[in-house]
């Protein structure tokens, strides 16, 4: 395990999460404000909203998508549509840079080739959590999810293969970026209630962005 002091301060260990896992610490960064003012983009077009579960609860996360395809939950189930549910509309284009960072993201995993075509974007505001889950309904599980923080840290359960084994607790700060493929691809994960919390450029909100291959 090795730690790096980072410049705000915040301690953080740089540990192999398993094989196929890579945290990928402030790789996001240089490209913070491009991204930032793309999240906002894509927010007026197809607004966040709290989505509700198959089994009737309200999601804490509010979610929006950009790309060919959206990850969607109602009372129906989870799937990925082309259609934001909301509108009636397809789901807005997804931006270069998000493109390109997510590419250039699993190339340095060892992903070469990565084309999304799904970007989730979730927003969590202090108190909010995302219980433990796996990530199931896309089409490839050869092909890697690339995730991107922005705004207030978070910490993030990285679970196994199955609900019972013991999550170890990674946390993630402003532009770190995680390529999840390989076996880790179908481990059960979820985020903590988030802390209150300000950040310079999100306020007291984070902001995930999670690059897949869906279709
Ligand atoms: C590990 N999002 O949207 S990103 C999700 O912070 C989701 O918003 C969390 O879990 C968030 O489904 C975590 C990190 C992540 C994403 C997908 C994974 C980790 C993963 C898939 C498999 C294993
Ligand atoms: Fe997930």
Same mark, same amino acid.
């Given at each position: 395990m090795t730690q790096d002091l980072f410049d705000d301060g915040v301690v953080s260990e740089s540990l192999p999460? =398993?094989?196929g896992a890579v945290v990928l610490r402030r790789f996001a960064k240089a490209d913070e404000a491009a991204l930032l003012d793309a999240v906002r983009q894509v927010t007026e077009q197809a607004p966040l909203r709290h989505m509700v579960t198959p089994g009737g609860f309200t999601m804490s996360v509010a979610m929006t998508n950009c790309g060919d395809l959206g990850w969607v939950t109602d009372r129906t189930g989870y799937r990925y549509d082309p259609i934001d549910p909301e509108s009636g509309h397809p789901w807005p284009r997804m931006p270069d840079v998000f493109v390109r960072l997510a590419s250039d993201a699993a190339s340095q995993a060892g992903f070469e080739g990565f084309v999304p075509d799904a970007c989730l974007v979730n927003r969590y505001e202090p108190g909010t959590r995302l219980s433990l889950h796996q990530d199931?309904?896309?089409?490839?599980?050869g092909q890697p999810i690339v995730s991107v923080s922005l705004g207030i840290p978070a910490v993030f359960l990285f679970g196994g293969a199955t609900r019972s084994h013991k999550s170890q607790r990674v946390p993630l700060a402003h532009g770190d970026v995680v390529v999840w493929g390989g076996p880790a691809r179908l481990h059960y994960h979820g985020v903590l209630p988030l802390k209150e919390a300000e950040h310079p450029?999100? =306020?007291?909100c984070r902001f995930n962005l999670t690059f897949r291959r869906a279709g």
């Open positions: 999460l =398993g094989p199931r309904n896309e089409r490839d599980y450029l999100t =306020g007291a």
